[in-house]
Antibody, heavy 121, light 113 residues
Framework: EVQLVESGGGLVNPGGSLRVSCVGS????????MSWVRQAPGTGLEWVGH??????????EYAAAVEGRFTISRDDSKNTLYLQMTSLKTEDTAVYYC????????????WGQGTLVTVSS | DIVMTQSPDSLLVSLGERATINCRSS????????????LAWYQHKPGQPPKLLIY???TRESGVPDRFSGSGSGTDFTLTISSLQAEDVAVYYC?????????FGGGTKVEIK
């Protein structure tokens, strides 16, 4: 059974930093393309960014709203995906989900339960 | 960026009746080289993560009931729930994955009449 478990969310001051993690199991983590999707309170879903598998370059892409502030990385030895967030803004407050992509398509077939990040003073 | 526009914003449907949700893309999602539409549909219930229902515009994800179907091509797509069940109350989102940034529609809330 595929499982994705996020952790590391919490309350952080504007301008601060936070790293959230996602541990995957039940699938070949190293082969998977992974993404982060967020949902701010009362709004819809927003793609944050994704990372390819290392065999396909391990490259990342980001939404414009987070480019230069957020970094996605992966440690395949630990089956873990990371989202490093810096220079946080109040509008980054959201539930952050990690997801896997279907092979050959950037549609998210598995999702974690999400971790809440609150940016507030 | 590709803009995804869903309609209606909300839908009241009687149990057992058909629910139809529309999604329009600002650019074609049909890739001519493989004749596939890069469009997915998700169901999102409160307190749960979103669930993939449909990808390639009309391919049902494993385990998804066959009352859910996707149709359309190019820029206009539809998600149909043929006979609404109580457990289908949720917000439904379309998403394009043809271009980055990946973009979602604004969502359609489906409730029981």
């Amino acid at each position: 059974e595929v499982q994705l478990v996020e952790s590391g969310g919490g309350l952080v001051n504007p301008g601060g930093s936070l790293r959230v993690s996602c541990v995957g199991s039940g699938f070949t983590f190293s082969s998977a393309w992974m993404s982060w999707v967020r949902q701010a309170p009362g709004t819809g879903l927003e793609w944050v960014g994704h990372i390819k598998s290392k065999t396909q370059g391990g490259t990342t892409e980001y939404a414009a709203a987070v480019e230069g502030r957020f970094t996605i990385s992966r440690d395949d030895s630990k089956n873990t995906l990371y989202l490093q967030m810096t220079s946080l803004k109040t509008e980054d407050t959201a539930v952050y989900y990690c997801t896997t992509f279907i092979v050959g398509a950037m549609a998210s077939d598995y999702w974690g339960q999400g971790t809440l990040v609150t940016v507030s003073s | 960026d590709i803009v995804m526009t869903q309609s209606p914003d909300s839908l009241l449907v009687s149990l057992g009746e058909r629910a139809t949700i529309n999604c329009r893309s600002s650019r074609t999602l049909l890739y001519s080289s493989n004749n596939k539409n890069y469009l997915a549909w998700y169901q999102h219930k409160p307190g749960q993560p979103p669930k993939l229902l449909i990808y390639w515009a009309s391919t049902r994800e494993s385990g998804v009931p066959d009352r859910f179907s996707g149709s359309g091509s190019g820029t206009d797509f539809t998600l149909t729930i043929s006979s609404l069940q109580a457990e289908d109350v949720a917000v439904y989102y379309c998403q394009q994955y043809y271009f980055t940034p990946l973009t979602f529609g604004g969502g359609t809330k489906v409730e029981i009449k």
